[in-house]
């Protein structure tokens, strides 16, 4: 079903007939793709807004991003492609690196409810060794990472106010994380 979420040319289609409740929401804990599309749909329908243009405004351009990011779509025109494909620069994915490890502020300015950043941080279930919740992998105890396909990272260390920014295209069948995550923390621990 991944492969079809990333060809098709009609998300709204592809979201209304692939994704089923098997449980009540916020009962159990599953990492699915179509989840997190589905997040980015209800985002669109609340705010009125593409999701691109309610990003940039709300985070992108406080953040003081220095150049554009992009965000793939199922068309032009169409629908972003929230479970994956977004598209930026390593100096901003550092810029939003650095807003989670300042409680969600920007300078004197919050960009994310500091909540919200708790729950970024906080874990909820283990998967493949790793802590995750809330689209956040936990590699070590008080770390937290955004993981993208093919070997992108965001690492985030709080203990020495460490933020590591990895950009790649690792075949996934490699599956560098562990051994990336180790030279990570050997980083941020040299840091103290």
Not at 40 to 49: F, N, S
Not at 142 to 155: A, I, R
Request: glycine residues 8%; aromatic residues 10%; hydrophobic residues 40%.
């Amino acid at each position: 079903a991944i492969a079809q979420m990333y060809a098709t040319t009609d998300m709204n289609w592809f979201v209304k007939h692939n994704r089923k409740m098997a449980f009540e929401p916020g009962s159990k804990m599953i990492y699915r793709s179509v989840d997190t599309q589905l997040l980015g749909m209800i985002i669109k329908k609340i705010t009125g807004e593409r999701l691109a243009d309610y990003f940039s405004k709300n985070v992108w351009q406080p953040i003081g991003a220095l150049t554009p990011a992009t965000w793939n779509v199922d068309r032009i025109g169409g629908t972003e492609k929230t479970f994956c494909c977004f598209n930026a620069a390593a100096p901003d994915y550092a810029k939003v690196g650095l807003m989670i490890l300042n409680n969600g502020m920007v300078g004197e300015k919050h960009i994310i409810n500091s909540n919200w950043v708790k729950r970024l941080n906080t874990p909820v279930e283990t998967m493949e060794n790793w802590g995750y919740g809330a689209y956040m992998w936990h590699p070590f105890p008080g770390t937290s990472t955004m993981d993208g396909l093919h070997g992108q990272y965001v690492f985030i260390d709080p203990s020495s106010r460490t933020v590591i920014v990895k950009l790649s295209d690792v075949p996934t069948a490699l599956n560098l994380a562990k051994p990336t995550m180790d030279v990570f923390k050997e980083i941020s621990s040299k840091q103290n």
